[in-house]
């Protein structure tokens, strides 16, 4: 396999397939683990689909891979060849006066925030993990992040995507356009399809003229009740923050100690709200979501966004500190459910002897809930899987879905609660584009 492999990409770009860091993504705190045959580093879209030819004609299972920053195991390969997009770093035209950029499927996020800012635009999805993850995993997972409130997720800035379908073709779907509506939406099927349909190898992405300003604000409460009250406030009075997040008490126990600020006394949630635009509108829309948020809040604050964020984007490791490893799961619920379903998944954690705490994306009801555990302890492991099945129920009863932007991958399929006709349909698009159920089999669906 890896001799045939070799005369594709090159002998030194097919590694061994017991490499173990692309055996796993970010579920390997849990024990998720895959193996593989031989995993092959391609270095063009070219390559990417006579890997996938190659495969196809053999009838070798192939799961591609992006950073390995997923939490739902879809980049966890279940045998057969790995194909790591990492090689594929290429700009290849970024037109700064028309708001546009296309890139090839392993470039970082970060990379393109940075290219972005540099000429005084703005690429909005943000998600965790942004110097390591990239673009291509973003687009499989539809990423979103703490932006998304505003701007939306990763999909809403993809215009056009380059991949490699199988038996093993390029093709083209959109491109650098505003708007095509002469066929099918097919586009919109391969974001967010993790790898089950196509191997992405390039997309073409929007951006926008970066903000003039940014504000901050934070707003501290007794519980969660007072504090998702706060929340649809926010929402009912037509404010459009740029972000609205939430960090539940359990969770601020465990970061608190490093905020870069002071945390009112009987504090038991935290609201996060961003106020962005030009000078004016943002210093308006931070006045106004300090006064909304105000109301029954036991203090407010304006810190400055790069400490803040930081900050908030270091709560999971602060989290992960209190046992050495936690089971997290990506829940998303109507928002005037939220308040509910953060008090369940605590006491869903209660029920099974293990703490849990959750922060997230409030204002678009996406709970990212965390079960704490010991990870060398098999059976708190199990318990913790017992709770987040149970967690899955509660998001669907509640109206909701098991996951708001992570993906099913590995370790959720079978639990999005589908009716059995649109399961069928979800079969139906996967058989259209993958007849022998090769690309990233035992995923999604």
């Known amino acids: 396999m890896r001799a045939s492999l070799a005369e594709i990409v090159g002998a030194e770009h097919v590694l061994a397939g017991d490499a173990r860091e692309y055996l796993h993504d970010s579920t390997d705190t849990r024990g998720v683990q895959g193996h593989a045959d031989a995993v092959v580093l391609p270095g063009t879209a070219e390559e990417v689909a006579a890997v996938l030819a190659w495969c196809y004609e053999r009838d070798v299972p192939i799961t591609p891979r992006g950073g390995g ?9 279940l045998g057969g060849v ?19 950029i296309e ?10 925030h940075r290219l972005a800012r540099e000429s005084g635009l703005f690429f909005p999805p943000d998600p965790g993990g942004a110097e390591q993850s990239q673009i291509g995993g973003n687009i499989a997972t539809n990423a979103g992040g703490p932006h998304a409130f505003k701007y939306g997720v990763t999909g809403k800035w993809v215009t056009g995507l380059e991949a490699a379908v199988p038996p093993g073709e390029l093709v083209r779907t959109g491109g650098p356009l505003r708007k095509d509506v002469a066929g099918y939406d097919l586009k919109a ?32 409460y007794a519980g969660a009740r007072a504090g998702c009250d706060a929340l649809l406030r926010v929402v ?3 404010l459009e923050a740029a972000a609205l997040e939430y960090v539940d008490g359990g969770a601020l126990a465990a970061a608190g100690p490093s905020y870069p600020g002071t945390i009112p006394a009987g504090t038991g949630f935290m609201v996060i709200a961003e106020a962005d635009g030009s000078r004016r509108e943002a210093a308006r829309l931070r006045g106004d979501l300090l006064s909304v948020l105000g109301e029954g809040a036991l203090g407010a604050a304006t810190p400055s966004p790069g400490e803040l964020w930081r900050w908030r984007h270091g709560v999971v490791f602060a989290v992960i500190a209190k046992r050495g ?21 605590v006491a869903l954690g209660g029920h099974y002897g293990l703490e849990a705490v959750s922060w997230g994306h409030a204002g678009d009801g996406n709970l990212h809930t965390n079960f704490l555990l010991d990870p060398e302890d098999p059976e708190e492991l199990a318990r913790a899987e017992r709770a987040g099945e149970e967690l899955f129920e509660l998001a669907l009863r509640l109206g909701g879905t098991v996951s708001g932007e992570h993906g099913l991958g590995l370790l959720k399929r079978g639990h999005a609660g589908w009716p059995p006709r649109v ?6 698009i996967k058989d259209a584009f993958d007849p022998k159920g090769l690309l990233n089999p035992g995923k999604k669906l």
Do not use: C, M, N
């Open 69 to 77: 920053t997923g939490y739902a195991g879809g980049a966890v390969p």
């Open 82 to 100: 790995v194909l790591s997009l990492e090689r594929l770093t290429r700009v290849r035209s970024f037109d700064p006066l028309l708001w546009r």
């Open 103 to 112: 890139v090839e499927a392993g470039v970082r996020t970060g990379e393109v």
């Open 189 to 220: 099927l391969l974001v967010g399809s993790e790898g089950t349909l196509a191997i992405v190898t390039a997309a073409w992405l929007r951006l926008l003229p970066a903000p003039e300003a940014v504000h901050p604000v934070v707003a501290f």
């Open 236 to 238: 009912g009075s037509g």
């Open 325 to 345: 490893g936690k089971l997290g799961e990506d829940i998303a619920v109507p928002l005037d459910r939220l308040a509910e379903a953060i008090e369940e998944s």
């Open 423 to 428: 399961a069928g349909l979800q079969q139906a």
